[in-house]
């Protein structure tokens, strides 16, 4: 975004009224270093499980590139988020109707990136974002992988970040890296660890350990561990029919560990009083500082 672009979304964005409504949702940013770890099955496994909790939840695939949420719910969007940026579509029009009351917000693949999205366009989009997540307790985004600028926007805008990692050494490093480049960021920035498909307990122990150690020796700064998801076949077989595991197999371990891992996050992530409002102020300000 151009300077000019970003001072004006600046000051549209200071028309935000500094007293958020209560109602306003929580902002949760999914995010991994390398790619395929698991994070669109961890979107739609947590949203399946807190909608169980009696929650409303929207999730918003923010994947670009790749999207495939849509996909891994088994939903056919006529419209996406690319009619939204283009001012075709509203917001509430794409909305889509996912199972167990979710709702989605999908986007196309191949559409442009968010850096190179105007200013209209995404005023449109961070209007739009406001008004459904008045109507949310939760706005679930399932980012691309990796450190592109307009990841972290997104990263650096949401109340809190939940960075997801496998057990292997290549998605720790990236796990590792990502950590960093938010930390110098944002040291103050909410960041959760999710372990996900580990082969056991002790394998997701381990990892969680060697990340801890190496941010808290070279950024000196402590994770807030989310928990884990263990590797488990059912997940696979949910995602070749198209259906959330937690919904075609609520008592398989993938599907408690989601379960679980919601019920971490309704005790543990309050409501900010401000929580949209700043997101939409930090996404209008196009800068990831
Ligand atoms: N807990 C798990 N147990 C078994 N398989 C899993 C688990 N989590 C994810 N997978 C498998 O890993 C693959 C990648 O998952 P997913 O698409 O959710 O990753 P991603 O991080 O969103 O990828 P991308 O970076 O491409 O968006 C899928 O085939 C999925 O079925
Ligand atoms: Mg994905």
């Given at each position: ?12 964005a ?5 007293e958020?409504?209560l109602?306003a949702a929580?902002v949760?940013?999914?995010t991994s ?8 099955n961890v979107?739609?496994?947590?949203a ?10 929207v999730?918003?695939?923010a ?13 056919s969007p006529?419209y ?7 001012g075709e579509k ?5 909305l889509?109707?996912?199972?167990s009351g979710i709702?989605i917000?999908p986007?196309?693949s191949?559409?442009q990136?968010m850096?190179?999205i105007d200013?209209l366009?995404?005023?449109r989009l ?8 008045e ?8 980012t691309?992988?990796g450190?592109?600028?307009?990841v972290l926007r997104l ?6 970040v939940?960075?997801?990692t496998?057990p ?5 490093v ?6 960093k480049v938010l ?5 103050a ?7 996900n498909?580990?082969?056991?307990p002790e ?10 150690a190496?941010?808290?020796r ?11 998801i ?9 995602v070749r029919?198209q259906?959330g595991v ?5 008592h398989c371990p993938?599907s408690?560990?989601?379960?679980s891992?919601a ?8 409501l900010?009083?401000?929580?949209f409002?700043t997101?939409w102020?930090q ?7």
């Amino acid at each position: 975004m151009s300077n000019d672009q970003a001072s004006r979304l600046r000051q549209l964005a200071q028309g935000v009224p500094h007293e958020a409504p209560l109602f306003a949702a929580r902002v949760v940013a999914i995010t991994s270093g390398k790619g395929g770890v698991g994070k669109t099955n961890v979107v739609a496994g947590l949203a399946l499980a807190l909608s169980q909790q009696g929650q409303r939840v929207v999730v918003m695939d923010a994947d670009f590139g790749l999207a495939n949420l849509d996909i891994l719910l088994g939903l056919s969007p006529k419209y996406t988020l690319e009619h939204v940026l283009k001012g075709e579509k509203v917001l509430e029009e794409i909305l889509l109707d996912g199972p167990s009351g979710i709702r989605i917000i999908p986007a196309s693949s191949g559409v442009q990136e968010m850096t190179r999205i105007d200013t209209l366009a995404e005023l449109r989009l961070v209007q739009g974002l406001q008004r459904v997540a008045e109507t949310a307790d939760w706005l679930l985004i399932d980012t691309a992988a990796g450190i592109h600028d307009s990841v972290l926007r997104l990263l650096m805008a949401a109340q809190e970040v939940i960075l997801v990692t496998t057990p292997e050494p290549t998605s720790l490093v990236d796990a590792y890296a990502m950590v960093k480049v938010l930390h110098l960021r944002e040291p103050a920035k909410p960041l959760w660890l999710l372990v996900n498909n580990g082969q056991n307990p002790e394998e997701a122990e381990e990892t969680v350990e060697q990340l801890q150690a190496a941010v808290a020796r070279f950024l000196g700064k402590q994770l807030q561990v989310l928990g884990m998801i263990p590797g488990d076949p059912h997940v696979l077989q949910a995602v070749r029919q198209q259906r959330g595991v937690v919904d075609l197999f609520p008592h398989c371990p993938a599907s408690l560990a989601f379960q679980s891992l919601a019920n971490q996050l309704l005790r543990r992530v309050s409501l900010q009083p401000d929580g949209f409002a700043t997101f939409w102020r930090q996404l209008a300000s196009g800068d990831p500082h």
